[in-house]
């Protein structure tokens, strides 16, 4: 049996369990949803070309939340068989009779839910091979660990293949369901010099796996990224520009997710409350999102509620277009769902026409950020002050490597005063943007 043949009927099947659970969950409540998902794959890892690790795995669960009288119960079985749906649903009910009232609770709007999902090709399965997954990822390390003298250790090489199914159904009559796939390959080593050891890693991941880097390019990007870190030294304590470099950019823009989306916003727990229709980027700036981009990474035809995804700017010409809401947070706040249930789709940021070289150019002097630490930010107040390491930069040109620092801020002032964006675009994340240049920042070394 083919894995499409194989993943057919496991679908089929998990609609039909979908589809009992509704129908024994409207018999006792107001309203219901359900959600099962089911993930098959395997994962290998080697060290130094021995094999550390096969795993295969295949689990799932189905999720029911009932309503009654404005009440709400959850419960959720590993186990779809028609018992154990049974007794899921009689327990979800029973708990929606214990809970507060609450006016806000229920399924989302029918007029927003997909009831005709796209298909956005996001599954491309692989036979589930161990022996092709070890030799890929053996391949990696490798190409790592001969790339140079100074890399003397291993953490080893990785590969990765799974394929999933998700179905979700409700009370308003939607039961929809999509199959998606991801792959992904990685390396990481450790270099030593003169007693100072580093250590790094590289990655691909793709819906196919045609889609990957091949796992040479995966052991001498690690073995580049590992390089280049070693004899760091320490900053002195200063102001000035720094340069998140694009995969580490991605982060900056992932608060603007929390700070943006609908929990914070009704809790005010945000720093950017009352910023809706309010510049919050510079006017040059539009964030998209684009949740049904063939062979997206976050691409999905409906959020975890059932409701329709849409491709709409979040952020255009720097003013804030919307809050990302579930249903309950826009019933909160009067508004309606954005879709936004389980995440944002694919952010797309685009850059200002700079390559790397062109954006440490425009930079001058100042501080290249390559890696974060620690999770020093209020998403309250918008205070900011993580540990980083990098590189320090002179007349646009790579000094040499540091560490051991902190950098510090307020998001809210660095949203604002983003200088420029890079064209690198880093495009394994839900938020795709290039390197991110902002015109000063804290920094404290020794």
């Known amino acids: 049996m083919t894995i499409i043949t194989q993943v057919a009927e496991q679908r089929k099947a998990l609609e039909q369990a979908v589809a009992q659970a509704l129908e024994l969950a409207s018999a006792g409540s ?42 709400k119960g959850s419960a959720s079985s590993t186990d779809i068989s028609p018992d154990a749906i049974a007794r899921t649903v009689r327990a979800a009910l029973d708990i929606a009779r214990y809970t507060s009232e609450d006016p806000f609770a229920g399924p989302a709007d029918k007029e927003l839910l997909a009831f005709d999902a796209p298909d956005l090709d996001l599954f491309h399965p692989a036979e589930l091979d161990a022996d092709r997954g070890i030799e890929l990822a053996a391949r990696a390390e490798q190409a790592a ?18 394929y999933g199914i998700k179905v979700f159904g409700n009370s308003h009559g939607m039961l929809q369901s999509y199959c998606s796939s991801r792959h992904s390959m990685s390396a990481s080593v450790i270099a030593e010099q003169d007693g100072d050891m580093e250590r790094d890693y590289a990655y691909t991941i793709g819906r196919a796996i045609g889609d990957l880097e091949s796992p040479e390019w995966v052991g001498e990007e690690c073995a580049r990224r590992t390089l280049a870190r070693l004899a760091p030294r320490k900053l002195a304590t200063m102001e000035a520009p720094v340069m998140f470099a694009a995969e580490v950019a991605t982060g900056l823009f992932g608060h603007l997710v929390g700070a943006i989306s609908g929990s914070s916003v009704y809790r005010k727990s945000t720093f950017l409350l009352d910023s809706l229709g309010q510049q919050i980027l510079p006017e040059w700036l539009t964030i998209q999102e684009l949740p049904h981009l063939r062979k997206g990474l976050a691409s999905t035809p409906f959020d975890s509620e059932g409701v329709r995804t849409e491709t709409r700017d979040i952020v255009r010409d720097g003013v804030l277009q919307t809050w990302l809401l579930t249903s309950y947070a826009g019933r909160k706040l009067g508004m309606k769902s954005t879709g936004h249930a389980g995440g944002i789709h694919n952010w797309r940021i685009a850059g200002r026409g700079l390559n790397v070289d062109g954006m440490l150019k425009e930079m001058g002097t100042g501080l290249l950020v390559t890696g974060l630490m620690g999770q020093g930010v209020s998403m309250v107040t918008g205070d900011y002050s993580r540990g980083a ?3 320090w930069v002179e007349n646009g040109e790579i000094q040499y490597p540091v560490s051991e620092i ?30 991110v240049l902002l015109p000063s920042m804290k920094i404290a070394g020794v």
């Open 406 to 435: 902190t950098i510090a801020g307020n998001l809210k002032d660095m949203l604002h005063n983003i200088a420029t964006i890079g064209d690198d675009i880093e495009t394994r994340s839900n938020i795709q943007c290039g390197s």
């Open 30 to 71: 107001d309203a219901a949803e359900v959600a099962v998902t089911r993930t098959t794959g395997i994962s290998v890892s080697s060290r130094y070309g021995e094999v550390e690790n096969v795993e295969f795995n295949s689990d799932g669960a189905l999720g029911i939340t009932v309503y009654y009288q404005q009440r």
């Open 389 to 391: 390491a990098g590189f």
């Open 145 to 162: 660990l001969k790339a140079d003298k100074r890399i003397t250790n291993t953490e080893g090489g990785s590969f990765n293949s799974h």
